[in-house]
Each structure stands twice: as structure tokens, then as C-alpha cells.
């Protein structure tokens, strides 16, 4: 039995290998996606570590000279709107006699804060005032004999343990996602195509009449599948480690690196998963009645795995996730990466879980091969 498995397997690999733009269809999710986020990190970490000088419309800035000198200082200076960012600083005429006076004088930030693009700006302009507020009142307080510590009952002293691998946060999410999901995506054509496709073209047909069981045909394209999803997991492995690696994370006080050990990690987590993502693909593709439909089954069930891929991601995935197959494994990556210790509990429970879908999902294809109306698509 197992001799007759190793040639279907070796069949299958051959087969599938000679399909040269479904195996790169494959790999080139694996190849683009790194260097598309190398790109796109490169880009957000300029904005978020710039510190160009915002320009923006003062009104009655001659009423608060003070004010605008301390702007100044932050990088934040009064330009015409055409130069200008959409953001309008308007001070209030009797702001001088106020600030005198020792009252509150009102300062109006007119802006669209549901405009993205303006958002870190206004950020930066109320943190500057902010600053100012403080500063006023602690001279305030200073004036009139006070100390100005009283002001804070609670000296607050942060004793920050993060390392420089552990800030990634968000990015190592994002980072880890491209990498799980290489794993779905990157064998997807090739469980169709030796499915439905087979069926389509009646070499299925042609198998089956062979004395092998279903079971035994299963498992063999499932192994030749599973090969290539962890092919484009090596292949994004290595080419995140060169294009992370040219992305400024310093910039914010944080490195992602992906040495060998995590790659070896990786590997070793991923491989429950690439045989519980073959074995699946196969399932949904034998359920279709057409090559079209299976390609339109297998991109709508891809939902599933990039649903519980974000909510890792984005650190929503409530206490259960937590243990499911996908969120358990990413988030084991993560902390990986972090130098954290490793969730062994849900990683080890989440892989029997994957482990065990793969059997149920192997063992239900082959069943639904010894019906004359998935075979002929009928």
C-alpha cells in the first residue's frame, strides 16, 4: 500500500510540475507580496518618523505672538492656504488680555478629521498645544508661589521592558499574515486544477479504474499539494528575510529580523497547516461541479483562513481563537519574533486540530470519489 502511495505521489509532484503557470501562479504570491510590503512599510515609516515642518493658516496669529513662537519650536509655522495644509489654526481676538487675565483663551482647530491624510497632522499640531497648555500653567502656578509639582500627586515612572525586536506590534502581525497566508495561496491552482481539473479532462476517471482506493488517490495529490504550498513558504521566507531587511525599522525603534531559526519555526508549524490547506482545497474542488466553480468555492473558503489570519493580526481574536488552528500558529510565529516564550498550550492543541481537520477533510474526499456523480460531474 505504501509503495503504491509513493507512486501516486510521484505521479502527482510530476504532473503538477508540468504545469508551469499554475506553479508559478502559485510562487508569485510568494515572490510579490514581501517586496510589495517592503514597499509599503518603507512609506508608512517615513510618515509616521517625519518630522518636516507642517505648514499651516494661523488667523489673528498677531494676537498670540507667544503661541506662535512656541509652534515654531515644534516645527509648525503660518503659510497661505495654497501652500498650506487643510488645517486652520483661528485665535480668538482678546487672546493677549485673557492669557493676562489669567482666564482661558480659545483657540479653534478647524479641520476634516475623517481625512486620513490630515490626521497625523492634526495630531501633531493638538500635542503641540497641549505642550503649551502645560507650560502656561506651570508658569502660572510658578508666579504665584506655587510648586507646580503639586499639580502631580502621582510621579508616574514607565520601565519599559520591550526589546528592539518585541515593538514591532502591528508589523510583525502583517508580516506573519503574508506568510500563513502563502500557504493557502500558494498551492490554491494546483488543488484545483488536479481535481476538477482532472475530472474535466477524464483522467480522474481513468485513476479510478485502477486498483487503488479512493483514500489511497486522495492522500497522494494532497502530499504532491502540500509540497508545493510549503515550496512557496520557503520561497517567501527567504526573499521577507532580503526585503524586510532593507526596510529603515529603526526609524521607530524596532527591528524585525527573520533569522534562521524562525525560518526553521516556521517551517515546522506551517507543515499541519499546508496538509489541512491541500486536503481542504481538494474537498471544496471535488464538491464543484466545473473548474469554474471550484476556483469560485476555493477563493470564497480562503475567507475563513484570512479571517482568523486578521483578528491575530490586529490582537481582536477573543480567548477561544486563541486556540484554533491558524490564530494559534501566527500568533506562536509573533511571539517567535518577539523572543517571547512561546504559547505551547494553543500551538500544540491547535495543531492536533489542524491535524485532525486534514484527516476528516482526506477522508471526505474520498468518499464523495466513490459517487458516479462527483466523478463525472454530474
Request: aromatic share 2%; no cysteine; hydrophobic share 45%.
Given at each position: 500500500m505504501n509503495s503504491l502511495i509513493r507512486t501516486l505521489f510521484r505521479k502527482e509532484l510530476l504532473d503538477a510540475s508540468r504545469d508551469k503557470r499554475s506553479v508559478m501562479a502559485g510562487l508569485y504570491y510568494a515572490l510579490g507580496t514581501p517586496i510589495l510590503m517592503c514597499l509599503l512599510f518603507a512609506v508608512l515609516l517615513k510618515q509616521l518618523s517625519s518630522t518636516d515642518e507642517l505648514f499651516i493658516t494661523i488667523e489673528n496669529a498677531s494676537a498670540a505672538p507667544a503661541l506662535v513662537q512656541f509652534l515654531k519650536t515644534k516645527e509648525i509655522s503660518h503659510a497661505e492656504e495654497s501652500k498650506a495644509k487643510a488645517i486652520r489654526l483661528s485665535i480668538s481676538e482678546g487672546f493677549e488680555q485673557q492669557m493676562q487675565q489669567g482666564r482661558p483663551a480659545t483657540v479653534i482647530i478647524d479641520a476634516d478629521h475623517s481625512d486620513d491624510r490630515l490626521l497625523s497632522s492634526i495630531r501633531r499640531v493638538e500635542r503641540a498645544l497641549g505642550q503649551y497648555n502645560n507650560e502656561v500653567a506651570r508658569l502660572r502656578l510658578m508666579a504665584r508661589g506655587i510648586d507646580p509639582t503639586l499639580m502631580r500627586p502621582v510621579d508616574v515612572q514607565t520601565h519599559d521592558q520591550a526589546t528592539p525586536d518585541s515593538r514591532g506590534g502591528m508589523f510583525l502581525g502583517i508580516a506573519t499574515l503574508t506568510i500563513i497566508l502563502t500557504l493557502f495561496y500558494a498551492s490554491m491552482n494546483l488543488a484545483?486544477?488536479?481535481?476538477?481539473?482532472?475530472?474535466?479532462?477524464?483522467?480522474?476517471?481513468?485513476?479510478?479504474?485502477?486498483?487503488l482506493s479512493?483514500?489511497?488517490?486522495?492522500?497522494?495529490?494532497v502530499g504532491a499539494i502540500t509540497c508545493?504550498?510549503?515550496?512557496?513558504?520557503?520561497v517567501i521566507l527567504f526573499v521577507s528575510k532580503f526585503a524586510y531587511g532593507l526596510v529603515p525599522w529603526e526609524q521607530l525603534g524596532f527591528n524585525i529580523r527573520l533569522n534562521a531559526d524562525f525560518m526553521l519555526f516556521t517551517l515546522l508549524v506551517g507543515l499541519p497547516l499546508a496538509m489541512m490547506s491541500a486536503s481542504l482545497q481538494v474537498l471544496v474542488s471535488f464538491l464543484a461541479k466545473s473548474f469554474k466553480e471550484a476556483q469560485t468555492y476555493v477563493t470564497m473558503v480562503l475567507f475563513i483562513p484570512l479571517t482568523l489570519s486578521m483578528v491575530t493580526t490586529y490582537n481582536i481574536a477573543t480567548e477561544y481563537v486563541q486556540w484554533l488552528p491558524i490564530a494559534a500558529q501566527q500568533q506562536a510565529m509573533i511571539e517567535f519574533l518577539k523572543g517571547s516564550a512561546l504559547p505551547l498550550p494553543q500551538l500544540l492543541v491547535s495543531t492536533l486540530l489542524t491535524l485532525a481537520l486534514f484527516a476528516v477533510f482526506s477522508f471526505s474526499s474520498s468518499l464523495l470519489l466513490k459517487s458516479e456523480k462527483v466523478v463525472f460531474g454530474l
Open positions: 484545483i486544477d488536479t481535481s476538477a481539473g482532472e475530472r474535466e479532462r477524464n483522467s480522474l476517471t481513468l485513476l479510478l479504474s485502477q486498483p479512493s483514500l489511497q488517490l486522495v492522500l497522494a495529490k508545493f504550498s510549503m515550496l512557496g513558504l520557503v
